[in-house]
């Protein structure tokens, strides 16, 4: 592995996805598939994925919804949904602790 690979680990499967618009929580169930890795340059966490193609997401983000809480059955983080690839999937990304579980780092 070269200098400039990350170690990426991730998470695919069942997530929900609450968009809090004007104070009133609305969940969407979703399919996700996400990555990340730790940049050592900024010192922090960066996680990014795709959100499968689902109709309510498509018009919740249409109708200007940007940010959501994404859950999956391990953890939870803020991120923003953003460009729509030609199969209707979302990307969706953030900066912080991810929304799934990530092993420690073994010490050597």
């Given at each position: 592995?070269?200098?400039?690979?990350?170690?990426?680990?991730?998470?695919?499967g069942p997530a929900v996805l609450v968009f809090d618009a004007?104070?009133?929580?609305?969940?969407?169930?979703?399919?996700?598939?996400?990555?990340?890795?730790?940049?050592?340059?900024?010192?922090?966490?960066?996680?990014?994925?795709?959100?499968?193609?689902?109709?309510?997401?498509?018009?919740?983000?249409?109708?200007?919804?940007?940010?959501?809480?994404?859950?999956?059955?391990?953890?939870?983080?803020?991120?923003?949904?953003?460009d729509q690839d030609p199969w209707g999937r979302y990307r969706v990304g953030?900066?912080?602790?991810?929304?799934?579980?990530?092993?420690?780092?073994?010490?050597?």
């Amino acid at each position: 592995m070269s200098e400039h690979e990350h170690d990426e680990e991730g998470y695919t499967g069942p997530a929900v996805l609450v968009f809090d618009a004007a104070g009133t929580a609305a969940e969407v169930a979703v399919e996700v598939e996400l990555r990340g890795h730790f940049q050592p340059i900024d010192g922090r966490f960066h996680w990014y994925g795709r959100v499968k193609k689902n109709d309510e997401v498509t018009t919740r983000v249409e109708g200007g919804a940007r940010k959501a809480l994404l859950r999956t059955p391990t953890g939870e983080a803020e991120g923003a949904l953003t460009d729509q690839d030609p199969w209707g999937r979302y990307r969706v990304g953030g900066t912080s602790t991810p929304p799934y579980r990530i092993e420690e780092p073994v010490e050597r």
